[in-house]
């Protein structure tokens, strides 16, 4: 037990803090470095204690035993606009560093299991000429797992989340918190035929009332559903390819509510295509290659420099290995934005361009 503990609290000093990862609208979907290296296609074949976050089901699989899992990301972002004058006109909002935590529970002797995960899955600051928006939204979950046969296993939790904007514009400003907010979860896992697994993620949203003083900001948070399959080849390699939605078209705007900062919002849904190759190398070194074409949920017709995502292409490659009696991994992402001619609220060219390192430590008892 000493050794247990001493393991999560090595993982919990990773340290906290916003992720800033402009996906669509302002979602991150780096929860660990395993995923990173794929391109976040995990739903499915997930193999490892950060289903807790792609698909807690896939946590059945696993094994009886206690897992943890800790991870720190570092990353950089440039990203700016070309107004129709010629001159660039920089987003000097900051990518902030960040961290999050898995860990789950399964029993040697029945079909029940447990897992927690604290992560940042949203979080953005754009700075334009003075103006800031910052948001942040962290979340827990909790899910109970069942394996419901030797093929099959489902999952279901709470989602609980605390939310952040700092905003200014102009002389006014605004920063508010959330007490809490809830939503739920469903994970299902399917192997349909040996060498083949089929996952699937739901999970609602929620309204978060960030509150300061008289003024108030309703966000609500979109609501987001993951499908995959994934496939083993040779013993030695797994494709995965992931289909993922995004609603945010319920964020109507980000106007403070008794203040004088507006930020109208005409966002749209968003659809995201990920693949990633797993390559089992030996026993205890895994080599990850993967990429994702993810939809910006901004319109070229009413761009929210606020929020500021465009449409981009990701690749990433990661390694990971046991070494003193610990597994690690490490991954790198790059995100290429393509250009986006925008002729409202303020015309030009934008450009965006985005770099993440991230390194998991993870340990099984």
Not at 284 to 297: H, L, N, S, V, W
């Amino acid at each position: 037990m000493k050794r247990l503990f001493a393991t999560v609290g090595l993982l919990c000093a990773c340290g906290g803090g916003a992720i800033s990862a402009q996906a669509a609208g302002f979602a991150n979907n780096d929860f660990s470095a395993s995923g990173v290296g794929v391109a976040n296609a995990m739903v499915a074949g997930v193999a490892d204690v950060t289903a807790a976050s792609y698909n807690p089901a896939a946590i059945a699989w696993l094994g009886g035993g206690v897992y943890v899992e800790g991870n720190f990301a570092s990353r950089s972002r440039n990203s700016s606009v070309k107004l129709s004058s010629g001159a660039i006109q920089p987003n000097t909002g900051s990518a902030k560093n960040g961290s999050n935590l898995h860990a789950a529970w399964m029993s040697d002797d029945s079909d029940i299991g447990l897992s927690l995960a604290f992560t940042q899955p949203f979080g953005s600051e754009n700075v334009w000429a003075g103006d800031r928006t910052t948001i942040k939204s962290d979340r827990l979950s909790l899910d109970l797992i069942y394996v419901v046969s030797s093929t099959l296993s489902v999952a279901h939790g709470v989602d609980i989340y605390r939310t952040t904007i700092d905003m200014t514009q102009g002389a006014a400003s605004f920063s508010g918190k959330d007490k809490v907010s809830f939503g739920v979860n469903v994970g299902v896992n399917w192997k349909p035929a040996p060498l083949w697994q089929v996952g699937m993620m739901l999970r609602s949203g929620t309204k978060a009332k960030v509150i300061s003083g008289n003024q108030q900001v309703d966000l609500k948070l979109p609501e987001q559903i993951t499908l995959g399959v994934s496939h083993d080849m040779a013993n030695a390699f797994r494709l995965e390819a992931d289909i993922a939605y995004e609603r945010w078209s319920r964020i109507k705007s980000l106007d403070v509510i008794g203040g004088t900062i507006k930020h109208a919002t005409d966002l749209k849904d968003t659809l995201a295509l990920k693949t990633g190759l797993t390559w089992y190398w030996l026993p205890d070194t895994t080599f990850r290659f993967g990429y994702a074409y993810e939809q910006g949920a901004n319109r070229a017709s009413a761009f929210q420099q606020a929020i500021a995502d465009q449409s981009g292409h990701r690749l990433s490659l990661g390694a990971g290995g046991d070494a003193f009696g610990i597994h690690m991994d490490l991954a790198y992402a790059y995100t290429f934005h393509a250009k986006q001619s925008v002729t409202a609220p303020i015309a030009g060219e934008y450009r965006d361009r985005e770099q993440a390192v991230m390194i998991s430590v993870s340990k099984a008892f």
